[in-house]
Structure formats: structure tokens, C-alpha cells
């Protein structure tokens, strides 16, 4: 379904992006503003997204993850993406780092684009030239073999904090993000484990968890890609073709 638009002159046609989102309202919330500030930009203040969100439950993800269960994790997100396409979505993006390790289950129900998260990033670690990146976000992502070997295919080698450190990124992010919770010492901390990623080798840092952008700005000397930025922009971009 898409929406005829004019602005600077000519004629342009917007897609509607569909957003399958809920893993945790924080982030969903940030894809709805940031994708309509986006577009109110590159529009000049003409339009706005034209976009459907499924919420999922984020509890029953989270219950369904204690238990190991991927299988079912990957049904509802399969479930969202579908009805998105029944209801006019012309692309899908997935809000959540994590989840991209059952993506598979949602690519093979529907038959439009999907803006895979990881693709992406790779595309912006490659433009700004770096080889080795810090990969940081939930114990799942940084020590599942998914989203360092979907970056591997793109050239680039990832490199992921330390066991104690990936246990003080799963509390941070659990117990404070998640609940739309920013505190200065966690925010310190999460400095502390990029910082000794850079120190192991990294040349920049992937802000693997669409709730880590909360804690921008981050005082690091190093480059760090947010992903949640990252997609949304890629989306705006897409949608805008």
C-alpha cells in the first residue's frame, strides 16, 4: 500500500513500512518517532511515515527465552510479520537485535522485503572502512554465533566482551533498559566495556540492542554504530525509493 506524495517539485511514491515491535516499548517507541522525524525532514516538514506497528507481547517473548524455546519466539514474530503484510506493509523491519536470530522463521512466511538488522549495520561498518568491530548488546547476541557469523559474511571480524562483562550488559539491559530505566552508573559502566573493547582491538563498537541507544551520547572515543539508528534510517531511505 503506498501513499502518493509531492513535495520539492515532483512525484514520489512513500511505502508503508511495517514494524513488527513490542520486544520492549522503549525501542518500539523510538522506531515510531524517529521514523516520522525522518521523514518529516528528507520531506521538508510535508509528511510523515506511513507505517503499521504489531505489538507483540514482550512478556510471552521473554518467558518463552528462559526457557530456551526459539521455536516458539520465532512463530509470533513470524505471526506479526505476516499480519503486516495482510494489512498493507510493502517492508518489514524487526525491532530487536536479539529476535534476528530466528529472522528465518519470519522471512519464510511473507513474500516482501525484509530490512535485516544486521545486513545493514554491516553495510555502515564496511562504508566507514573498519575491519574489526566490538560487538555489544544482550548475552544472546554477543555470544550466539548468529550475529557474528551474519557479520562475518560482510568481511568483518567481530570481537565481544568478556563473560563478566557480557553479565553486566544481560542486568543493564533486563533490568533497567528494558523498563525504560537510564541510570549514570550503569551508563558508566557500559562506557567501561566499550572502552576495553577498543583496548582488545576494536575499531569501533556495534551498539547491539535497539534499547542500548537510550544511553546516547556516550563518552567513548571510539566510533560506535547504533543499530536502531542505523535500521531506521535504512528504512526512511527504502521507503523514500
Given at each position: 500500500?503506498?501513499?502518493?506524495?509531492?513535495?520539492n517539485?515532483?512525484?514520489?511514491?512513500m511505502?508503508?513500512?511495517?514494524?513488527?515491535?513490542?520486544?520492549?516499548p522503549?525501542?518500539t517507541?523510538?522506531?515510531?518517532?524517529?521514523?516520522n522525524n525522518?521523514?518529516r525532514?528528507?520531506?521538508?516538514?510535508?509528511?510523515?511515515?506511513?507505517?503499521?506497528?504489531?505489538?507483540?507481547?514482550?512478556g510471552e517473548?521473554?518467558?518463552?527465552?528462559?526457557?530456551?524455546d526459539?521455536?516458539?519466539?520465532?512463530?509470533i514474530i513470524?505471526?506479526?510479520a505476516?499480519?503486516?503484510?495482510?494489512?498493507?506493509?510493502?517492508?518489514?523491519?524487526?525491532?530487536?537485535?536479539?529476535?534476528?536470530?530466528?529472522?528465518?522463521?519470519l522471512?519464510?512466511?511473507?513474500n516482501?522485503?525484509?530490512?535485516h538488522?544486521?545486513?545493514?549495520?554491516?553495510?555502515?561498518?564496511k562504508k566507514?572502512?573498519?575491519?574489526?568491530?566490538?560487538?555489544?548488546?544482550?548475552?544472546i547476541?554477543m555470544?550466539?554465533?548468529?550475529?557474528?557469523?551474519?557479520?562475518?559474511?560482510?568481511?568483518i571480524?567481530?570481537?565481544?566482551?568478556n563473560?563478566?562483562?557480557?553479565?553486566?550488559m544481560d542486568?543493564i539491559?533486563?533490568?533497567?533498559?528494558?523498563q525504560?530505566?537510564?541510570?549514570t552508573?550503569?551508563?558508566?559502566?557500559?562506557?567501561?566495556?566499550?572502552?576495553?573493547?577498543v583496548?582488545?582491538?576494536a575499531?569501533?563498537?556495534i551498539?547491539g540492542?535497539?534499547?542500548?541507544?537510550l544511553?546516547?551520547?556516550?563518552?567513548?572515543?571510539?566510533?560506535?554504530?547504533?543499530?536502531?539508528?542505523?535500521?531506521?534510517?535504512?528504512?526512511i531511505?527504502?521507503?523514500?525509493?
Open positions: 500500500m503506498r501513499i502518493v506524495l509531492l513535495w517539485g515532483y512525484l514520489k511514491k511505502k508503508t513500512i511495517g514494524i513488527v515491535g513490542g520486544i520492549s522503549e525501542s517507541s523510538v522506531y515510531y518517532k524517529e521514523l525522518g521523514i525532514i528528507r520531506t521538508q516538514q510535508q509528511h510523515q511515515a506511513k507505517m503499521i506497528i504489531f505489538s507483540v507481547d514482550g517473548i521473554w518467558q518463552f527465552r528462559q526457557k530456551g526459539w521455536s516458539s519466539q520465532g512463530k513470524a505471526n506479526a505476516l499480519a503486516l503484510q495482510k494489512a498493507g506493509a510493502d517492508f518489514i523491519l524487526l525491532a530487536g537485535n536479539t529476535l534476528h536470530l530466528v529472522a528465518n522463521f522471512e519464510s512466511v511473507i516482501i522485503p525484509f530490512l538488522i544486521i545486513d545493514i549495520t554491516a553495510i555502515s561498518i566507514a572502512g573498519i575491519k574489526i568491530i566490538g560487538l555489544t548488546g544482550t548475552s547476541t555470544s550466539e554465533r548468529f550475529y557474528i557469523e551474519r557479520l562475518s559474511q560482510h568481511g571480524k567481530a570481537i565481544v566482551p563473560k563478566d562483562d557480557q553479565a553486566t542486568r539491559i533486563y533490568k533497567e533498559l528494558i525504560g530505566v537510564v541510570s552508573e550503569s551508563k558508566v559502566a557500559y562506557t567501561k566495556i566499550i572502552n576495553n573493547l583496548l582488545s582491538g575499531e569501533g563498537v551498539l540492542c535497539t534499547e542500548l541507544t544511553f546516547k551520547p556516550l563518552d567513548c572515543s571510539t566510533i560506535l554504530f547504533d543499530t536502531t539508528l542505523i535500521h531506521i534510517e535504512a528504512a531511505n527504502y521507503a523514500l525509493e
